[in-house]
Nanobody, 114 residues
């Protein structure tokens, strides 16, 4: 299984970015897909995750600004990030879980300048 991330980059505060994560190498759908992030010197934290049934959890710091969506047929999740803040700067990691396995992408850098 491979998680391929795209969409990171440099943006000014108040701007927007869209991250995508496509899963390949499996014919099965994941139970949960989403994003975590890790800033320098900090622990990895949940950004947003979505279950196959459609339930979504957001981290407190992104609620109301970020939107997670999923294309089950393509095993792909999208993270729309709006009103970005400098404190959103981090490496963003795609995560996908089945009943037995937990997968991570390689990470994509998001940098928000003030």
């Amino acid at each position: 299984v491979q998680l391929v991330e795209s969409g990171g980059g440099l943006v000014q505060a108040g701007g927007s970015l869209r991250l995508s994560c496509a899963a390949s190498g499996t014919s099965s759908s994941f139970n949960v897909m989403g994003w975590y992030r890790q800033a320098p010197g900090k622990q990895r934290e949940l950004v947003a995750q979505l279950t196959r049934a459609g339930a979504i959890n957001y981290g407190d710091s992104v609620t109301g600004r970020f939107t997670l969506s999923r294309d089950n047929a393509k095993n792909t999740v999208y993270l729309d990030m709006n009103r970005l803040k400098p404190e959103d700067t981090a490496v963003y990691y795609c995560n996908a879980r089945t009943m037995l396995n937990n997968y991570w992408g390689q990470g994509t850098q998001v940098t928000v300048s003030s």
